[in-house]
């Protein structure tokens, strides 16, 4: 399977617990996103990195939330302290970059903290 | 602030008639426009795609409109097939070409 995975699929946390979530993009992609997605709402941008760089991050992403690609490959999303209100869907997507640009999404990992 | 809106969650067409689905946007610098599928337990899969200085694309039984002045783009399916149902999110592509935006999505029903 060459698509975008992550891990874990689910996991569940009590407040306060810090979380860290990995996605592997295609191969071949230099750009990597983080998108949070809560019910009844479309993925909501975290932030981004092109190759191992992180060049935009989301007004919303609090000082709680990191992320990292250290070669330009994977990627961790960590969230510090987690409160009830980070319960979400966290998808990475990767692609090529370019004018007509498609993200290619992984199937996310649902967390639930208690 | 949602800069991305789908006003309609949901959406039921019987197989075989057109389904259209649509989106607007407050943000006249958006240059690209995404429509993405999503079933259940997966994440988004990119469907179709529409530049900001076109004013359609079609691809199979899919066709994007968009219109600029009105702020609006559209997605039609026809023939719309039960293996159509899904949510269905548009995006679109902030200035800066690293952020894009979702609407909340719409549920589309196809009965056979």
């Known amino acids: 399977d060459t698509g975008v995975s992550q891990d874990p699929r689910h996991k569940i946390t009590k407040r306060g617990q810090n979380v860290t979530f990995r996605c592997d993009p295609i191969?071949?992609?230099?750009?990597l996103y983080w998108y949070r997605q809560t019910l009844g709402q479309g993925p909501e941008f975290l932030t981004y990195?092109?190759?191992?760089?992180?060049?935009?991050k989301s007004r919303l992403l609090s000082d709680r939330f990191s992320a990292e690609r250290p070669k330009g490959s994977f990627s961790t999303l960590e969230i510090q302290r987690t409160e009830q209100g980070d319960s979400a869907m966290y998808l990475c997507?990767?692609?090529?970059?370019?004018?007509?640009?498609?993200?290619?999404f992984g199937p996310g990992t649902r967390l639930l903290v208690l | 602030d949602q800069q991305v809106k789908q006003n309609s969650p949901s959406l039921s067409v019987q197989e075989g008639r057109i389904s259209i689905l649509n989106c607007d946007y407050t943000?006249?610098?958006?240059?690209?426009f995404l429509w993405y599928k999503k079933y259940p337990a997966e994440g988004p899969t990119f469907l179709i795609s529409?530049?900001?200085?076109?004013d359609k694309n079609e691809d199979g039984r899919f066709t994007v409109f968009l219109n600029k002045s009105a702020k609006h783009l559209s997605l039609h399916i026809v023939p719309s097939q039960p293996g159509d149902s899904a949510v269905y999110f548009c995006?679109?592509?902030?200035?800066?070409?690293?952020?894009?935006?979702f609407g909340t999505g719409t549920s589309l029903t196809v009965i056979p």
């Open positions: 997507a990767s692609s090529l970059g370019g004018h007509q640009e498609t993200q290619y």
């Open positions: 191969s071949e992609h230099n750009r």
């Open positions: 990195f092109q190759n191992e760089a992180q060049l935009e």
């Open positions: 943000n006249s610098m958006f240059d690209y």
């Open positions: 529409i530049s900001s200085i076109k």
């Open positions: 995006a679109a592509r902030g200035p800066t070409g690293n952020q894009f935006y």
